[in-house]
């Protein structure tokens, strides 16, 4: 696939046990490869909705009866289904990050190999780009998304180097970014500094987090007893949201006990898969990903 290599797929669409007259949700469309598998194992009364925000991805669309893609973020599922008249599903699936399309495209500004316009936006509706996270923002608030997001430990002095930087002249693009900040940049760490860098600024500029977190509420009303929830996550940050609320539903905090001590959670936790050494040298955007599975209780 051109447009993007999906991550662990039969893995994931396996974890769905799909119900032949079942409704399923991809939240992530990108270049359909999920769903296309999806669809391969519905029947003809299935039913397979499918989220993406980026204006992109909705050349990919499939042409089938059974198929809806939603051009919106998955963070209104729960608004966007309902408007289709769909109050429960059977599972949902989600491939979180960024797309191979989307770091490909040099002028999306996601990669650290182009130099291109401090974009980042995964929906072109949003407001905030990148130019205006590095160009506007005070410096706490810079080196909070630093350290918090790119969990860079230097994030303070990094903050710092950006704003004495934009002070004479504004930075406008990746490798301006990056010159800016070469000093922090020694040649054995460069790429792995500039992409927790471009990561920190990514989250912040889409509210990646949040709109999980915002997602993940949802899930619990939306699937039927039995349904299940896959979700592939590629860094720390989102992994550890999933995995505290599939254990827990809750992302901070433990749930409250009952008078005998036990506590009632919305899922069954399932197992964590990983992909195969093979998959990795096939598709180097494999090697962080983490598949976790749920079945709603």
């Keep these: 696939m051109t447009y993007h290599n999906p991550v662990l797929l039969f893995e994931s669409v396996d974890s769905l046990e799909i119900v032949p007259n079942g409704i399923y949700v991809d939240v992530t469309f990108g270049g359909g490869g999920h769903s296309k598998e999806i669809l391969k194992r519905l029947g003809s009364d299935g039913k397979l909705f499918a989220f993406d925000q980026d204006e992109d991805a909705l050349k990919n669309t499939i042409d089938d009866e059974r198929f809806v893609l939603i051009h919106e973020n998955f963070r209104y599922i729960k608004r966007f289904l309902k408007f289709y008249g769909i109050k429960k599903v059977n599972g949902i699936l989600a491939d979180l990050g960024v797309s191979s399309h989307q770091f490909d495209e040099a002028s999306r500004g996601f990669s650290t190999r182009y130099d291109a316009d401090l974009d980042m936006r995964m929906s072109k509706k949003s407001t905030v780009t990148a130019y205006e996270v590095i160009n506007k923002y005070p410096e706490g608030k810079l080196s909070n998304i630093l350290f918090l997001y790119g969990e860079l430990r230097n994030a303070r002095a990094l903050a710092k180097q950006i704003v004495e930087s934009r002070r004479e002249r504004s930075i406008k693009t990746s490798f301006e970014l990056k010159r800016t900040l070469q000093h922090f940049l020694p040649k ?6 500039l992409a927790q860098i471009f990561q920190a600024i990514r989250i912040e500029v889409n509210q990646e987090l ?43 905090g433990e749930p409250e006990k009952d008078f005998y001590g ?7 936790k399932g197992k964590l898969i990983t992909p195969t050494l093979e998959e990795i040298r096939s598709n180097n955007r494999a090697r962080s990903a983490k598949l976790r599975t749920a079945t709603k209780l």
Excluded: C, W
């Design 262 to 268: 036990n506590v009632t959670v919305p899922f069954k």
């Design 188 to 193: 054995n760490k460069e790429h792995k500094i």
């Design 210 to 252: 949040e709109a999980l977190k915002e997602f993940l509420i949802q899930t619990e009303e939306l699937l039927e007893i039995g349904g299940k929830l896959i979700v592939i996550s590629y860094h720390s940050l989102e992994d550890r949201l999933v995995k505290r609320f599939i254990r827990s539903g809750m992302f901070e």
